[in-house]
Protein backbone atom coordinates (compact mmCIF):
# COMPACT_ATOMS: atom_id res chain seq x y z
CA UNK A 1 0.00 0.00 0.00
CA UNK A 2 1.60 3.33 -0.77
CA UNK A 3 1.31 5.36 2.76
CA UNK A 4 2.74 8.66 0.67
CA UNK A 5 -1.39 9.16 -0.26
CA UNK A 6 -1.84 9.94 3.35
CA UNK A 7 -0.49 13.35 2.69
CA UNK A 8 -4.04 13.74 0.71
CA UNK A 9 -6.68 16.07 2.10
CA UNK A 10 -10.43 14.92 1.24
CA UNK A 11 -13.72 16.57 3.02
CA UNK A 12 -16.00 14.72 5.61
CA UNK A 13 -19.94 15.14 6.86
CA UNK A 14 -21.98 13.33 8.84
CA UNK A 15 -24.38 10.63 6.83
CA UNK A 16 -27.30 11.84 9.14
CA UNK A 17 -29.08 14.34 7.47
CA UNK A 18 -31.01 15.35 10.16
CA UNK A 19 -27.75 15.72 12.51
CA UNK A 20 -29.41 14.40 15.68
CA UNK A 21 -25.76 14.13 17.24
CA UNK A 22 -25.80 17.77 16.90
CA UNK A 23 -22.25 17.55 14.73
CA UNK A 24 -21.39 20.19 12.47
CA UNK A 25 -22.33 19.47 8.90
CA UNK A 26 -20.19 22.20 7.40
CA UNK A 27 -17.81 20.47 4.97
CA UNK A 28 -13.96 20.96 5.88
CA UNK A 29 -10.77 19.47 4.61
CA UNK A 30 -9.24 16.84 6.80
CA UNK A 31 -5.61 15.13 6.32
CA UNK A 32 -5.96 11.62 5.46
CA UNK A 33 -3.53 10.58 7.70
CA UNK A 34 -5.28 12.46 10.89
CA UNK A 35 -8.49 10.80 9.65
CA UNK A 36 -6.60 7.28 9.99
CA UNK A 37 -5.39 8.24 12.99
CA UNK A 38 -8.26 9.10 15.00
CA UNK A 39 -10.99 6.86 13.48
CA UNK A 40 -9.62 3.71 12.22
CA UNK A 41 -7.67 1.07 14.25
CA UNK A 42 -4.93 -0.22 12.11
CA UNK A 43 -2.17 0.01 15.14
CA UNK A 44 -4.21 -2.61 17.35
CA UNK A 45 -7.04 -4.52 16.14
CA UNK A 46 -6.42 -8.08 13.79
CA UNK A 47 -7.75 -8.37 10.79
CA UNK A 48 -10.56 -10.97 10.31
CA UNK A 49 -10.33 -13.88 7.47
CA UNK A 50 -12.20 -11.60 4.68
CA UNK A 51 -9.45 -9.21 4.91
CA UNK A 52 -6.73 -11.22 3.74
CA UNK A 53 -9.37 -12.38 0.67
CA UNK A 54 -9.68 -8.64 -0.26
CA UNK A 55 -6.09 -7.96 -0.18
CA UNK A 56 -5.47 -10.78 -2.42
CA UNK A 57 -7.54 -9.45 -5.04
CA UNK A 58 -5.41 -6.25 -5.11
CA UNK A 59 -1.93 -8.21 -4.78
CA UNK A 60 0.89 -7.41 -7.79
CA UNK A 61 2.84 -10.02 -6.32
CA UNK A 62 2.29 -13.14 -7.19
CA UNK A 63 3.48 -15.31 -4.11
CA UNK A 64 1.95 -12.70 -2.07
CA UNK A 65 -1.31 -13.18 -3.91
CA UNK A 66 -1.22 -16.79 -3.35
CA UNK A 67 -0.39 -16.65 0.18
CA UNK A 68 -3.43 -14.56 0.96
CA UNK A 69 -5.78 -16.56 -0.77
CA UNK A 70 -4.33 -19.45 1.08
CA UNK A 71 -4.78 -17.82 4.33
CA UNK A 72 -8.33 -16.94 2.98
CA UNK A 73 -9.61 -20.30 2.57
CA UNK A 74 -10.65 -23.15 4.31
CA UNK A 75 -7.38 -25.00 4.29
CA UNK A 76 -5.44 -22.29 5.59
CA UNK A 77 -7.66 -21.75 8.99
CA UNK A 78 -5.24 -22.72 11.23
CA UNK A 79 -2.20 -21.21 9.28
CA UNK A 80 -3.99 -18.04 9.02
CA UNK A 81 -4.83 -18.08 13.80
CA UNK A 82 -1.31 -19.21 13.94
CA UNK A 83 -0.10 -15.86 11.99
CA UNK A 84 -2.72 -13.36 12.56
CA UNK A 85 -4.95 -14.22 15.79
CA UNK A 86 -2.39 -15.95 17.96
CA UNK A 87 0.07 -13.14 17.49
CA UNK A 88 -2.39 -10.40 17.78
CA UNK A 89 -1.19 -9.05 14.35
CA UNK A 90 -2.52 -5.57 13.80
CA UNK A 91 -4.00 -4.23 10.75
CA UNK A 92 -0.44 -1.95 9.74
CA UNK A 93 1.68 -5.23 10.44
CA UNK A 94 -0.41 -7.32 7.87
CA UNK A 95 -0.08 -4.88 5.41
CA UNK A 96 3.48 -3.81 5.77
CA UNK A 97 4.44 -7.63 5.27
CA UNK A 98 2.40 -7.79 2.21
CA UNK A 99 3.85 -4.74 0.83
CA UNK A 100 2.60 -5.44 -3.27
CA UNK A 101 -0.74 -4.89 -1.69
CA UNK A 102 -2.48 -1.69 -3.34
CA UNK A 103 -6.07 -1.57 -1.30
CA UNK A 104 -8.12 1.69 -2.54
CA UNK A 105 -8.49 3.25 0.41
CA UNK A 106 -11.97 2.77 -0.19
CA UNK A 107 -12.16 -0.26 0.76
CA UNK A 108 -9.55 -0.01 3.65
CA UNK A 109 -12.18 2.61 5.46
CA UNK A 110 -14.65 -0.15 5.51
CA UNK A 111 -13.03 -3.27 6.36
CA UNK A 112 -10.80 -1.78 9.22
CA UNK A 113 -12.95 -1.57 12.50
CA UNK A 114 -13.44 2.08 14.47
CA UNK A 115 -10.65 2.91 16.83
CA UNK A 116 -12.82 2.29 19.80
CA UNK A 117 -12.92 4.54 22.91
CA UNK A 118 -10.71 4.10 26.30
CA UNK A 119 -12.48 4.38 29.81
CA UNK A 120 -10.38 4.94 32.70
CA UNK A 121 -12.35 5.20 36.45
CA UNK A 122 -12.09 8.72 37.51
CA UNK A 123 -8.81 8.31 40.68
CA UNK A 124 -9.63 11.91 41.82
CA UNK A 125 -12.98 13.55 43.60
CA UNK A 126 -14.29 16.66 42.90
CA UNK A 127 -14.71 18.69 46.00
CA UNK A 128 -11.02 18.17 46.70
CA UNK A 129 -9.71 18.84 43.76
CA UNK A 130 -12.07 20.89 41.31
CA UNK A 131 -11.45 21.32 37.82
CA UNK A 132 -9.01 18.50 37.59
CA UNK A 133 -9.79 14.70 36.58
CA UNK A 134 -7.51 12.77 37.96
CA UNK A 135 -6.61 9.33 36.20
CA UNK A 136 -4.68 6.23 37.16
CA UNK A 137 -3.43 4.34 33.87
CA UNK A 138 -0.92 1.46 33.72
CA UNK A 139 1.18 1.09 30.09
CA UNK A 140 -0.31 -2.27 29.30
CA UNK A 141 3.03 -4.63 28.09
CA UNK A 142 3.06 -8.25 26.80
CA UNK A 143 4.89 -10.43 24.39
CA UNK A 144 3.19 -12.50 22.26
CA UNK A 145 3.71 -16.08 21.63
CA UNK A 146 7.19 -15.48 19.51
CA UNK A 147 7.96 -13.01 22.69
CA UNK A 148 7.49 -9.90 20.39
CA UNK A 149 7.27 -6.97 22.81
CA UNK A 150 3.52 -5.68 22.54
CA UNK A 151 2.12 -2.37 24.44
CA UNK A 152 -1.43 -0.76 24.70
CA UNK A 153 -2.80 1.65 22.08
CA UNK A 154 -4.29 4.76 24.20
CA UNK A 155 -1.93 3.72 27.44
CA UNK A 156 1.61 4.38 25.53
CA UNK A 157 0.13 6.99 23.93
CA UNK A 158 -0.45 8.64 27.29
CA UNK A 159 2.97 7.50 28.76
CA UNK A 160 4.43 9.46 25.90
CA UNK A 161 3.29 12.92 26.38
CA UNK A 162 5.45 15.50 28.08
CA UNK A 163 3.67 16.96 30.57
CA UNK A 164 5.55 20.53 29.81
CA UNK A 165 3.36 20.31 26.64
CA UNK A 166 0.14 21.65 26.10
CA UNK A 167 -1.34 18.98 24.68
CA UNK A 168 -4.76 18.58 24.14
CA UNK A 169 -6.75 14.94 24.91
CA UNK A 170 -10.03 14.72 23.86
CA UNK A 171 -12.63 12.99 26.51
CA UNK A 172 -15.81 12.36 27.63
CA UNK A 173 -17.59 11.77 30.71
CA UNK A 174 -20.16 8.80 31.75
CA UNK A 175 -21.55 7.80 34.53
CA UNK A 176 -19.97 4.81 35.93
CA UNK A 177 -21.21 1.16 37.49
CA UNK A 178 -19.78 2.34 40.77
CA UNK A 179 -22.52 4.48 43.07
CA UNK A 180 -20.73 7.54 45.64
CA UNK A 181 -21.67 5.66 48.92
CA UNK A 182 -23.62 8.09 51.88
CA UNK A 183 -20.84 8.66 54.52
CA UNK A 184 -22.74 6.75 56.99
CA UNK A 185 -22.18 3.54 54.82
CA UNK A 186 -19.58 1.01 56.01
CA UNK A 187 -17.24 0.37 52.92
CA UNK A 188 -15.07 -2.83 52.19
CA UNK A 189 -13.17 -1.89 49.48
CA UNK A 190 -10.91 -4.43 47.28
CA UNK A 191 -9.11 -3.00 44.45
CA UNK A 192 -5.24 -4.68 43.10
CA UNK A 193 -3.32 -2.75 40.95
CA UNK A 194 -5.00 -0.09 39.15
CA UNK A 195 -8.05 -1.20 40.53
CA UNK A 196 -7.46 1.50 43.19
CA UNK A 197 -8.36 4.07 40.79
CA UNK A 198 -12.00 4.90 41.96
CA UNK A 199 -11.40 4.17 45.59
CA UNK A 200 -9.20 6.96 45.80
CA UNK A 201 -11.45 9.07 45.07
CA UNK A 202 -14.15 7.57 47.24
CA UNK A 203 -11.47 7.88 50.38
CA UNK A 204 -10.69 11.47 49.91
CA UNK A 205 -14.49 12.09 49.49
CA UNK A 206 -15.07 10.47 52.75
CA UNK A 207 -12.42 12.08 54.96
CA UNK A 208 -13.68 15.71 53.77
CA UNK A 209 -16.71 14.62 54.96
CA UNK A 210 -15.24 13.43 58.39
CA UNK A 211 -13.85 16.74 58.82
CA UNK A 212 -17.40 17.94 59.54
CA UNK A 213 -18.95 14.76 61.02
CA UNK A 214 -18.00 11.35 61.82
CA UNK A 215 -18.28 8.61 59.32
CA UNK A 216 -18.80 4.83 58.85
CA UNK A 217 -15.85 2.39 59.00
CA UNK A 218 -13.61 1.85 55.91
CA UNK A 219 -11.63 -1.46 54.99
CA UNK A 220 -9.54 -1.05 51.69
CA UNK A 221 -7.19 -4.44 50.12
CA UNK A 222 -5.14 -3.28 47.73
CA UNK A 223 -2.67 -5.88 45.56
CA UNK A 224 0.29 -5.18 43.68
CA UNK A 225 3.64 -7.21 43.11
CA UNK A 226 6.12 -5.33 44.95
CA UNK A 227 6.14 -3.23 47.57
CA UNK A 228 9.05 -1.41 46.23
CA UNK A 229 7.49 -1.12 42.35
CA UNK A 230 4.24 -1.02 41.94
CA UNK A 231 2.81 0.36 45.37
CA UNK A 232 0.42 2.75 43.88
CA UNK A 233 0.06 6.28 46.35
CA UNK A 234 1.58 4.76 48.89
CA UNK A 235 1.84 8.12 51.19
CA UNK A 236 -2.03 8.37 50.59
CA UNK A 237 -2.82 5.49 51.97
CA UNK A 238 -0.92 5.06 54.48
CA UNK A 239 -2.08 9.04 55.58
CA UNK A 240 -5.21 7.99 55.69
CA UNK A 241 -5.07 4.58 57.19
CA UNK A 242 -3.28 6.32 60.46
CA UNK A 243 -3.90 8.78 63.38
CA UNK A 244 -7.66 8.03 63.46
CA UNK A 245 -7.98 8.26 59.16
CA UNK A 246 -10.86 7.24 57.48
CA UNK A 247 -9.05 4.10 56.71
CA UNK A 248 -7.86 3.72 60.39
CA UNK A 249 -8.04 0.61 62.37
CA UNK A 250 -9.09 3.33 64.98
CA UNK A 251 -11.98 3.82 62.99
CA UNK A 252 -12.91 0.67 62.86
CA UNK A 253 -11.67 -0.01 59.36
CA UNK A 254 -8.33 -0.56 58.07
CA UNK A 255 -5.76 -0.38 55.15
CA UNK A 256 -4.36 -3.85 54.09
CA UNK A 257 -2.06 -4.27 51.22
CA UNK A 258 -0.89 -7.71 49.54
CA UNK A 259 2.52 -8.09 47.76
CA UNK A 260 2.12 -10.99 45.15
CA UNK A 261 6.16 -11.00 44.26
CA UNK A 262 7.99 -9.75 47.37
CA UNK A 263 7.80 -13.76 49.00
CA UNK A 264 8.23 -17.25 47.68
CA UNK A 265 4.73 -17.79 48.07
CA UNK A 266 2.40 -15.31 46.16
CA UNK A 267 -0.19 -13.48 48.08
CA UNK A 268 -3.40 -12.03 46.92
CA UNK A 269 -6.44 -9.49 47.85
CA UNK A 270 -8.54 -12.89 48.85
CA UNK A 271 -5.92 -13.76 51.17
CA UNK A 272 -5.71 -10.32 53.10
CA UNK A 273 -9.63 -10.30 53.27
CA UNK A 274 -9.52 -13.74 54.87
CA UNK A 275 -6.93 -12.59 56.95
CA UNK A 276 -9.63 -9.95 58.37
CA UNK A 277 -12.96 -12.44 58.28
CA UNK A 278 -13.46 -11.53 61.58
CA UNK A 279 -13.96 -7.84 60.96
CA UNK A 280 -15.39 -7.53 57.33
CA UNK A 281 -18.17 -10.02 58.25
CA UNK A 282 -18.85 -7.08 61.40
CA UNK A 283 -19.04 -4.80 58.66
CA UNK A 284 -21.33 -6.92 56.54
CA UNK A 285 -23.52 -7.25 59.57
CA UNK A 286 -23.81 -4.04 60.14
CA UNK A 287 -25.58 -3.47 56.29
CA UNK A 288 -21.44 -2.49 54.71
CA UNK A 289 -21.08 -2.25 50.96
CA UNK A 290 -18.87 -4.22 49.08
CA UNK A 291 -17.03 -2.61 45.94
CA UNK A 292 -14.01 -4.54 43.65
CA UNK A 293 -12.47 -3.14 40.68
CA UNK A 294 -9.71 -4.18 38.99
CA UNK A 295 -8.52 -7.03 36.50
CA UNK A 296 -11.64 -9.25 35.17
CA UNK A 297 -9.11 -12.22 34.67
CA UNK A 298 -9.63 -14.27 38.11
CA UNK A 299 -9.85 -11.43 40.47
CA UNK A 300 -13.61 -10.78 40.99
CA UNK A 301 -14.29 -15.12 40.90
CA UNK A 302 -11.20 -15.00 43.38
CA UNK A 303 -12.67 -12.30 46.09
CA UNK A 304 -16.03 -13.63 45.76
CA UNK A 305 -14.70 -16.96 46.70
CA UNK A 306 -13.26 -15.70 49.77
CA UNK A 307 -16.29 -13.87 50.81
CA UNK A 308 -18.52 -16.39 50.42
CA UNK A 309 -15.79 -18.78 52.97
CA UNK A 310 -15.82 -15.62 55.02
CA UNK A 311 -19.79 -15.58 55.27
CA UNK A 312 -20.03 -19.55 55.71
CA UNK A 313 -17.16 -19.77 58.77
CA UNK A 314 -18.35 -16.83 60.76
CA UNK A 315 -21.84 -17.42 60.63
CA UNK A 316 -21.58 -21.13 60.45
CA UNK A 317 -23.63 -21.91 57.29
CA UNK A 318 -22.89 -24.06 54.23
CA UNK A 319 -20.84 -23.13 51.30
CA UNK A 320 -24.37 -22.63 48.90
CA UNK A 321 -25.94 -20.72 51.97
CA UNK A 322 -23.16 -17.93 51.95
CA UNK A 323 -23.39 -18.19 48.09
CA UNK A 324 -26.80 -17.59 47.97
CA UNK A 325 -26.07 -14.96 50.58
CA UNK A 326 -23.72 -12.90 48.52
CA UNK A 327 -26.03 -13.32 45.71
CA UNK A 328 -28.68 -11.91 47.61
CA UNK A 329 -26.13 -8.65 48.89
CA UNK A 330 -25.64 -8.20 45.07
CA UNK A 331 -29.38 -7.88 43.93
CA UNK A 332 -30.17 -5.68 47.31
CA UNK A 333 -27.11 -3.40 45.45
CA UNK A 334 -24.65 -4.07 47.79
CA UNK A 335 -21.77 -5.56 46.05
CA UNK A 336 -21.15 -3.78 43.08
CA UNK A 337 -18.31 -5.16 40.74
CA UNK A 338 -16.23 -2.72 37.90
CA UNK A 339 -13.69 -4.86 35.71
CA UNK A 340 -12.25 -4.68 32.87
CA UNK A 341 -9.79 -6.70 30.75
Known amino acids: MKW??????????????????????SLFPVKLKTFVELNMDVASASPRRYF??????????????????????????????????????????????????????E??????????????????????????????????????????????????WLASIDPQQNVLVAVWFKKGSLPPPPPSLPLILIGPGTGCAPFRGF???????????????????????????????????????????????DKGGGFYAAFSRDQPQKVYVQHKIKEQSTKIWSLLSQGASVYIAGSSNKMPSDVLSAFEDIVSAESGVSKEVASRWIRALEKAGKYYVEAWS
Not at 84 to 99: A, G, S, Y
Not at 112 to 134: D, E, G, Y
Not at 203 to 225: H, K
Open 4 to 25: AMFLRFFQIQPRDKGNKAGINT
Open 107 to 156: WLVQLVPPLKTRAFSISSCHSAHQNQVHLTVSVVMWKTPYKRKRSGLCSS
Open 203 to 249: VEERALQNESDPTAPMIFCFGCRNKDNDFLYQDFWMKHSQNGGVLSE
Open 52 to 105: FEVMSFFASAEHEKERLQYFASPEGRDDLYQYNQKERRTVLEVLEDFPSVQMPF
